[in-house]
Nanobody, 126 residues
Framework: QVQLVESGGGLVQAGGSLRLSCAAS????????MGWFRQAPGKERECVAA????????YYADSVKGRFTISRDNVKNTMYLQMNSLKPEDTAVYYC???????????????????WGQGTQVTVSS
């Protein structure tokens, strides 16, 4: 079992920045692919960024490329999402996800992830 806890969400003005963290506990963290998903009211949940256990070959949705950066620290069992130049359309609940995978792959679909955090709200005002 892996438990995931997100933090770092909040209210920020457009153009501002936030850094989300996802702390993992339970079984080993290192050998797992991870991702950040978000869900806005009335919309489907979407993957905004994903990272393999090696940390190389990351994925970003087109809507966040150049603004968001995903990273992980396998010693601290923590994944991060640095969000810069935030826009009102980034407003959503952000979730971190995990699946056991020792390869150099990332996954962008919900069905591939077994473990989910409870989510953290990000609100960007105009």
């Amino acid at each position: 079992q892996v438990q995931l806890v997100e933090s770092g969400g909040g209210l920020v003005q457009a153009g501002g920045s936030l850094r989300l963290s996802c702390a993992a506990s339970g079984r080993t963290f290192s050998y797992g692919a991870m991702g950040w998903f978000r869900q806005a009211p009335g919309k489907e949940r979407e993957c905004v960024a994903a990272i393999p256990w090696s940390g190389a070959g990351t994925y970003y949705a087109d809507s966040v490329k150049g603004r968001f950066t995903i990273s992980r620290d396998n010693v601290k069992n923590t994944m991060y999402l640095q969000m810069n130049s935030l826009k009102p359309e980034d407003t959503a609940v952000y979730y971190c996800t995990f699946r056991y995978d020792s390869g150099s792959y990332y996954y962008t679909e919900e069905k591939y992830y077994k473990y989910w955090g409870q989510g953290t709200q990000v609100t960007v005002s105009s």
